[in-house]
């Protein structure tokens, strides 16, 4: 009760002209580069931050929290409209959303991401407002070992998205694997792969090989098909038919919880909730064989996970003082330059602004769907714009994109090379997605397991003496035990019959 | 309808690359003219900072407010820009090979010493001019208020009597923290390195690990929350503000140096002496400058002024210190 009053007593802040006005900014360009693939929220925080300087503390960091929330919404649209992902979270999306706007309803799809969005970012600031210390408290268990676990479960999840051919997608998989490994060994410090080459040293960048793998090659696809390939369908309504309400909120639902409980975890990311949302869609959905042709489920889970993902990863941030993904690290920043020192104590020290902040984000998300809903529909008709256009605007947003990410040349050549690797993997039928998410989670899963065995003295079965990670890994192996076995046995596993998109 | 919001929208897709080019061309064209021999008219354009590291860490906010104390010194704006990549090496070689001009200014971390002798980098420590040095923090012992370690010695004295046993949640790799203190005081625990401090915090406030070695600014709120509790600094002097009551672990009997991080800068090595003077003289005046004070003081950064000829000679140190640390580190590679 204590803090609901509160709360409301920042909504009085929030509400005043001007922070209403930095807000309404915020989640505008949070939107926007949410919409341009490859400036993602990190590099547009990064750029304000200095901008806030002069700002009241409270103002600069409602507009930079809005910056960060607000590019999730924008994440999906081109996802759906040029199968171009924004951001890690919103490869999913394309599975079923581009194939929607093929299919003329670009707008449905956007019009449900942004409600999804809307109710999974509530709920989870509903949850850092009133619920987030005891939860934080209990996300600290959650170790290397654990993390390990859940990432494997996220692999085995991949395994179920893999499109019509499972050795090309395993062969994909294990390309993102070998990515992964580019770069300095977090645990000896050790540099493999870099080819002599410093810029390498740290890695290769999501963003790059993303704007590569599915910006440019979509171009280079796009250009051997003479430019006017057909006339897209009309853009329908942007809600989706009376029989689908039910299924779409249900997941919607599914998405909230998922992305909320991940987001507490520090150092996830939120491709973990986007990956689980969307097997799970598939797995208890009557007729698994509509996703990837557009099945609307596959956009609303996926696309709310990520937004409730987003809330409740500021609880760590609020509640313990720890910046979980690299944009809340340069919120973190924020809170600092002002004078500010984000943790538990902040809650004592300055109610007031913690107040005004979670307020604002209950604004900055009621903006949002409010903008949203009805830019839906004119969004939905970027897609027939004559690709002559699209295409070089593909390609000027993909260079700075990856140019933006480091401030350097050496990114835009990588996205290059990445580009034509995607064209091929095109043509020979390669499925692209599996690549991607396991180049995310890859590193993630070297590094815990690594983690691991050392808290473990080396000894593997240590994972299994904990119950989160046990339970997970045994359920892991189940399943690929039982697939293997039916799929000797009917030629098909479980895993494998998912597989036919 | 359909033709003007499609407009609209081109428009808008339009202005929003003409802003992000805008932000990133900024970087490019300080370095292109400018080609006369600088005497003592400098500056007269604007400066640009690189930044190593990304936006929003210890480096970059003493970069930021550097900038904002040396631009009220020189009259010209002094621009930072994150070039981030390589643990730092990527942004300090492009400072390196900058134009010798004094326009393009570089953070010097301790990372300018430690890269090159972990062979990481592709420049050699003195190939730079070194113009000052602003902060220099010493690493911070902290455990879990929820263990059972109230002082020093009760932490060293369980490693010691469970060799191996006991866990050191490491902020990076190698350790350049852990690895002078367990030869210092001759123990024997595991190192778990995790990619930044917020990582590596989580496993010291989760039990997981026992201690961590930090720096003290970035475990701020955790020690004012009563979450974690400092032990022992790796410094040869106490710390000054809310944490003079920790004392050194030279007090404390284990005999180690220095260890931590410091922010200075540096320009490339053939930069002509009148504008390094001009630079150094702005350095001493920004840190001297009460905003700058207060925001460090605010942070838990602690200001260590040193001038061109002392933190050359600081560098050169550390490149002796670090030897020893580097050789223990490969061997462990």
């Known amino acids: ?501 | 309808m359909k033709k003007k919001s499609l407009k609209i929208a081109m428009v808008g897709l339009f202005l929003l690359s003409l802003f992000t080019s805008g932000c990133a061309s900024q970087t490019n064209s300080t370095n292109a003219k400018q080609n006369e021999k600088a005497s003592v008219k400098f500056p007269t354009k604007p400066i640009e900072l690189i930044v190593p590291f990304a936006a929003g860490g210890g480096t970059d906010l003493v970069a930021r407010a550097l900038a904002e104390s040396m631009k009220s010194e020189l009259g010209k704006d002094v621009v930072v820009i994150n070039k981030t990549g390589g643990s730092g090496a990527v942004g300090m070689n492009e400072g390196l090979h900058s134009k010798a001009d004094g326009y393009t200014l570089t953070m010097a971390t301790r990372e300018i010493v430690s890269l090159p002798l972990l062979e990481l980098a592709p420049f050699k420590t003195t190939d730079f001019k070194f113009i000052g040095n602003m902060n220099r923090d010493p690493a911070l012992l902290v455990v879990s208020t929820k263990s059972k370690y109230k002082k020093f010695e009760d932490l060293v004295d369980d490693i010691k009597a469970n060799p191996g046993k006991l866990k050191f949640a490491s902020s990076s790799t190698p350790s350049l923290y852990g690895i002078p203190f367990a030869q210092a005081a001759n123990l024997k625990f595991a190192t778990i390195p995790f990619q930044g401090t917020a990582q590596a915090v989580v496993e010291v406030l989760g039990g997981r690990a026992e201690f961590g070695l930090y720096g003290p600014g970035e475990v701020t709120a955790q020690i004012k929350s009563g979450d974690l509790r400092p032990l022992a600094i790796m410094a040869e002097e106490r710390l000054e503000g809310d944490l003079k009551d920790i004392p050194t672990m030279k007090e404390k009997g284990v005999n180690v140096g220095w260890a931590g991080t410091y922010r200075g800068l540096a320009v490339p090595g053939d930069t002509p002496d009148e504008v390094v003077n001009v630079l150094e003289d702005a350095v001493e005046k920004a840190v001297n400058d009460q905003k700058f004070i207060d925001f460090m003081a605010k942070q838990n950064l602690f200001i260590d002024y040193l001038n061109a000829a002392d933190f050359e000679a600081m560098i050169e140190k550390d490149i002796t210190a670090l030897d020893p640390i580097v050789q223990a580190a490969n061997e462990q590679k």
């Open chain 1, 1 to 501: 009760m204590d803090s609901f009053i509160q709360l409301l007593q920042g909504f009085e802040t929030a509400l005043t002209w001007w922070n209403l006005l930095y807000c309404l900014i915020g989640v505008t360009i949070g939107m926007l580069v949410g919409v341009l693939p490859g400036l993602g929220p990190t590099t547009a925080t990064a750029l304000l931050l200095p901008i806030t300087y002069s700002m009241e503390p409270v103002t600069a960091i409602i507009m930079l929290a809005g910056i960060y929330y607000g590019s999730l919404y924008g994440g999906t649209i081109t996802s759906v409209l040029i199968n171009t992902p924004g951001e890690a979270a919103s490869v999913i999306t394309c599975f079923d959303g581009y194939p929607l706007a093929k299919q003329g309803r670009a707008g449905t799809a956007l019009g449900v991401a942004a409600i999804g969005s809307f109710i999974g970012g509530t709920v989870s600031i509903i949850g850092l407002a009133f619920i987030a210390p005891p939860l934080a408290k209990l996300a600290l268990g959650f170790g290397p070992p654990e993390f390990f676990a859940l990432i494997v479960v996220g692999m085995l999840m991949v395994i179920g998205l893999m499109g019509k051919s499972l050795i090309r997608g395993l062969i994909s998989a294990l390309l993102g694997l070998i990515l992964a490994l580019v770069g300095m060994d977090t645990i000896s410090g050790a540099v493999r792969f870099n080819l002599g080459q410093d810029f390498l040293m740290n890695g290769l960048d999501f963003v790059t090989i993303t704007m590569g793998l599915f910006g440019l090659a979509e171009v280079l696809i796009g250009l051997e098909e003479r430019m006017n390939a057909g006339k897209p369908a009309k853009v329908k309504g942007l809600l989706p038919r009376r029989d689908e309400w039910k299924p779409t909120l249900k997941a919607i639902g599914r998405g909230t919880g998922l992305g909320f409980l991940i987001g507490l975890i520090p150092g996830s990311n939120s491709v973990i909730p986007a990956i689980l949302s969307y097997s799970w869609e598939k797995k208890i959905a009557k007729d698994p064989s509509r996703f990837g042709k557009g099945a609307i489920e596959g956009v609303a889970g996926p696309e709310t996970a990520n937004n409730a993902y987003s809330g409740s990863a500021l609880i760590p941030l609020f509640t313990l003082g720890i910046p979980s993904s690299p944009t809340i690290a340069i919120l973190f920043g924020a809170f600092i330059m002002h004078g500010l020192t984000p943790g538990p104590t902040l809650f004592q020290t300055n109610p007031n602004i913690v107040w005004a902040i979670i307020a604002s984000m209950f604004i900055g998300n009621l903006i949002l769907v409010i903008m949203n809903l009805p830019m839906a529909g004119m969004w939905g008709k970027i897609a027939m714009i004559p690709t002559k256009l699209l295409y070089p605007i593909i390609l000027i947003f993909s260079v700075i994109g990856a140019y933006s990410v480091n401030n350097n040349l050496w990114d835009i050549w990588i996205m290059f090379i990445f580009g034509i690797m995607g064209y091929l993997m095109k043509k020979l039928d390669f499925p692209i997605a599996p690549l991607v998410l396991t180049f995310v989670l890859g590193e993630l899963l070297e590094t815990s397991l690594l983690q691991s065995l050392i808290y473990f003295n080396g000894n593997v079965f240590g994972f299994f003496q904990r119950p989160i990670s046990g339970t997970l890994l045994v359920i892991s192996l189940l399943v690929l035990i039982i697939s293997i076995f039916t799929s000797l046995k009917k030629k098909r596993g479980i895993l494998a019959s998912d597989v036919e998109m």
